[in-house]
């Protein structure tokens, strides 16, 4: 009997991780965060789990992020939320370590490559490789990465933005900002504390970004009502917020995805710039799918730009694919520390 070397794609994300397995596809999304107890120096939770803690822990209990803007903060933290995911996404009785592929920030350092590597290995990998997330999300939305011909793509997740003008398989001109989805969701904590003398949480905010949220402003304004607690009586309250009070909240941040943006078009070489122009711009991630975010860049670049079918899978689909056909895409693989 053969066995074969299980195959897993992991988009490692700051918010959210993804594991893909090829032939069965997104097999498991949860948060990437792992609930701590200091006391005990004990894991309690990884994933859905340890998300519903963050902000009604006591004391001892952490909620912890270990990724921070795309790359690993705490390492210990994310080998163990990186073992429980890979061994969830396993079938239960395979005892053959997997070969495993993960996705990186475009503008990671071999320092910061090595580690994630390093946590792979560490947690169960029989092999590890990593790929830059642009390269990963245009394989995924479908971008035939490998022709003669520009393609730009907009990944903006939830700790960083990464755009890439890509050619011929490789990156052309990148950038990759930590301007993403937290940023966003911080920002509309700011002004709900400014505006209204209220405190709300983390996922309170990302509760609004996705049920209200918007880029530019609406003609029919869409309404959410927020609980938070009053920042000078102490005591629990609800404000009503509009969409676009969101716009004016998250103004800033959105400004600095579009110089991103700006900045790789401005250093892409003028034939590739064209195409670019004829195939328009590509957005992939979460925090993409932003109401009207496309129409924002096509007003601020002059450049269409249109979401990827299935935006938030597009990293995740690329890993899986690129498992598939390792030969093809051996030249965008880093695996080398």
Do not use: C
Request: hydrophobic share 40%.
């Amino acid at each position: 009997m053969i066995n074969i070397v299980p195959k897993l794609g992991i988009d490692l994300g700051t918010t959210y991780t993804l594991v893909y397995v090829p032939g069965k596809g997104v097999v498991l999304r949860e948060p990437s965060v792992v609930a701590v107890s200091v006391q005990e120096n004990k894991i309690l939770a990884v994933g859905d789990e340890a998300k519903e803690m963050i902000g009604r822990t006591p004391d001892d209990i952490v909620a912890y992020r270990p990724m921070k803007d795309g790359v690993i903060a705490d390492y210990k933290v994310t080998e163990v939320m990186l073992k429980y995911y890979m061994r969830k996404a396993l079938p239960r009785y395979s005892f053959l370590k997997p070969d495993v592929l993960i996705s990186v920030p475009a503008g990671i350092t071999s320092t910061e490559r090595r580690a994630v590597l390093e946590a792979a290995t560490k947690a169960g990998a029989k092999t590890a490789q990593v790929m830059k997330e642009p390269i990963l999300a245009a394989i995924g939305a479908g971008i035939p990465i490998h022709e003669a011909q520009g393609h730009m793509i907009v990944d903006i997740g939830g700790g960083t933005t990464d755009v890439a003008a890509i050619s011929l398989g490789g990156i052309v001109a990148s950038t990759s900002v930590k301007v993403a989805g937290n940023k966003v969701d911080q920002a509309i904590v700011d002004y709900v504390k400014k505006t209204y003398n209220l405190a709300i949480g983390d996922k309170t905010a990302e509760d609004i970004k996705i049920n209200i949220g918007s880029s530019m402003p609406l003609e029919d304004e869409l309404t959410m009502t927020v609980k938070g607690r009053d920042y000078i009586s102490g005591l629990p309250r609800s404000v009503e917020i509009s969409s676009n009070e969101i716009v004016r909240a998250i103004s800033r941040e959105l400004k600095e995805i579009v110089a991103a943006i700006k900045y790789v078009l401005q250093n892409t070489p003028p034939e590739l710039a064209s195409d670019i122009i004829d195939n328009g711009i590509i957005m992939s991630g979460g925090t993409s799918q932003l109401r009207k975010l496309p129409e924002l860049i096509y007003r601020r670049t002059g450049v269409k730009a249109e979401l990827a079918d299935d935006a938030l899978y597009s990293v995740a689909k690329g890993t899986g694919l690129a498992l598939k056909h390792l030969d093809t895409y051996k030249k965008a693989i880093i695996s080398k520390s």
